[in-house]
């Protein structure tokens, strides 16, 4: 990364450029910032309904293409393919043009990802399509947490970040609706389409929205990073504290610690382990499974298609109910202790999930209600902790000098991880019956408690100025007692 612009000085000037005496404060602040998170949280909402809505529009989609199961797998794979090469290069577009410009750019390979996918002659069609749209499925993965987390203050961070979370509920939440209530009335061409009209809201909205002052810092100077902090800050204080830490800390980068060759600094290796063990495991543990396939599942074990979009609905209503509350506590209850809280919840309702599937109760039975308790808790216990969690934690634990490729790596991560788990879904089910296949996802959700309480630390609180002086003076690690790193 360039730093053509000082960051301690404003051009042609000799006093210090993070005095802020004279800065001009807006009564819009608290406002502005809730706006620039709210609306690019929309993109997460996006999210959600372009990977949800194929789990009621698999079946018309299906019963139009006649596809194998194999086929079905790849249309429901093929947008995390996309994700993960997505991530990984809208980690460079981060950091060359800024965090802001490419939730932009992202918002327009949404839009015209959406077309592509509702106007697909046929399946092949389809499948490049949705592969397309994955570009920006994995993109605003990889930019809107990090965005956000580098405009919100330490106390905040974690409230506004997970709000991305809620808007993966929302647009789950809203795949489903459409997907039950509309499937035989528009089709699957519209249900996909419709997505393009949040698109270009958000596409709109950016272009008004501050900047990332830690960015503009980086690469602008600290004059143009304090115009930005003045829009999402209410006090001179809060805007001299973190302009002090961000100097101080840019000031000490040495080269070997910026981009891709920073991350492969030792000192960095505990940030890595951590964040990126926890992506594995978020996408792992059987959620997007859940997701993507609940439909199938149900029906395959007995359930009437009409049933099995309820039960599918019901699924979204608990991620949206749980992350939202997940969001609002997540500040208060801490990242590491929310985990390690709701874990073996997963791994409990995952073990009875598998044996009222290996049970094959008859419809109607007690056993078919089980089914569908056991599959509601695993979503309560799994959306409102790891998955909280899981894209918080690449948005805040990363030095800044290397936050655009961790944060896409990150992404990278949770996207190869999810296109694992949804290629081989059916053909694991095949291989080890639906009931084992609960069983061996109760199995990584165990090993995923058992990671968070060995590797992961409290970042609760922390400024990002915090983790990153914690990293490089080895203080990064967990604590039975919870203890945060700002405190050690």
């Not at 929302?170 to 499937?183: K, L, M, P, S, T």
């Not at 909205?205 to 690469?219: D, Q, V, Y």
């Not at 382990?273 to 029906?299: D, K, N, S, W």
Request: net charge positive.
């Amino acid at each position: 990364m360039s730093h053509s612009v000082p960051l301690n000085k404003a051009p042609g000037q000799d006093r210090p450029a993070d005095s802020v005496e004279h800065v001009e404060l807006l009564p819009t602040a608290r406002r502005t910032l809730l706006l620039a998170a709210v609306v690019a949280a929309i993109c997460g909402g996006l999210y959600g309904y372009d990977t949800g809505i194929i789990s009621g529009a698999l079946l018309l989609i299906t019963k139009e293409f006649s596809l194998s199961s194999t086929l079905q797998e790849f249309v429901a794979s093929a947008i995390l393919l996309g994700a993960v090469i997505g991530a990984l290069g809208t980690g460079f577009l981060s950091e060359r043009y800024g965090r802001r410009t490419s939730v932009i750019v992202v918002t327009a390979v949404f839009i015209t990802g959406a077309l592509a996918c509702s106007f697909a002659p046929d399946v092949y069609a389809l499948i490049v399509a949705r592969v397309y749209l994955g570009l920006a499925v994995g993109g605003s993965t990889q930019v809107v947490p990090m965005y956000i987390s580098e405009l919100a203050p330490a106390e905040r961070r974690g409230t506004l970040v997970t709000m991305f979370n809620v808007a993966i509920g929302v647009g789950i939440f809203a795949a489903n609706v459409i997907g039950f209530a509309a499937r035989t009335a528009w089709g699957w061409r519209p249900m996909i389409a419709i997505a393009a009209l949040p698109a270009l809201f958000v596409f709109v909205c950016m272009f008004f929205l501050p900047r990332s002052p830690r960015w503009t810092a980086e690469n602008r100077g600290i004059p143009e990073a304090i115009d930005e902090l003045r829009k999402v800050r209410e006090s001179r204080r809060e805007i001299r504290h973190e302009v002090r830490q961000i100097r101080e800390n840019a000031d000490s980068v040495e080269e070997a610690n910026r981009g891709w060759r920073g991350l492969t600094q030792p000192w960095v290796r505990p940030a890595l382990v951590a964040a990126l063990g926890v992506a594995f495991f978020t996408q792992c543990g059987g959620l997007e499974m859940m997701i993507y396939y609940a439909p199938t599942f149900l029906r395959d074990a007995g359930f009437g298609n009409d049933s099995a979009l309820l039960a599918s609905l019901g699924v979204s209503i608990v991620y949206l109910l749980m992350t939202f509350l997940g969001s609002r506590f997540v500040d208060r209850i801490g990242r590491r202790r929310l985990m390690l809280i709701m874990g073996p919840g997963s791994v409990l309702s995952l073990l009875g999930l598998g044996l009222m599937f290996a049970l094959h109760p008859d419809k109607g039975s007690v056993g078919s209600y089980l089914t569908i308790v056991f599959l509601l808790l695993f979503m309560v216990f799994n959306s409102g902790g790891i998955q909280v969690v899981g894209w918080l934690l690449g948005a805040e634990m990363f030095p800044l000098s290397m936050r655009g490729q961790a944060t896409s790596l990150h992404a990278a991560t949770l996207w190869g991880s999810d296109l694992l788990v949804t290629a081989t879904a059916l053909t694991l089910v095949n291989l080890i019956t639906l009931g084992g296949t609960m069983w061996f996802y109760a199995g990584v959700n165990l090993l995923s408690v058992l990671f968070v309480f060995f590797f992961v630390p409290e970042t609760t609180g922390a400024s990002l100025e915090d983790i990153e002086i914690a990293l490089k003076n080895g203080e990064f690690r967990p604590t039975r007692a919870h203890k945060a790193i700002r405190n050690y």
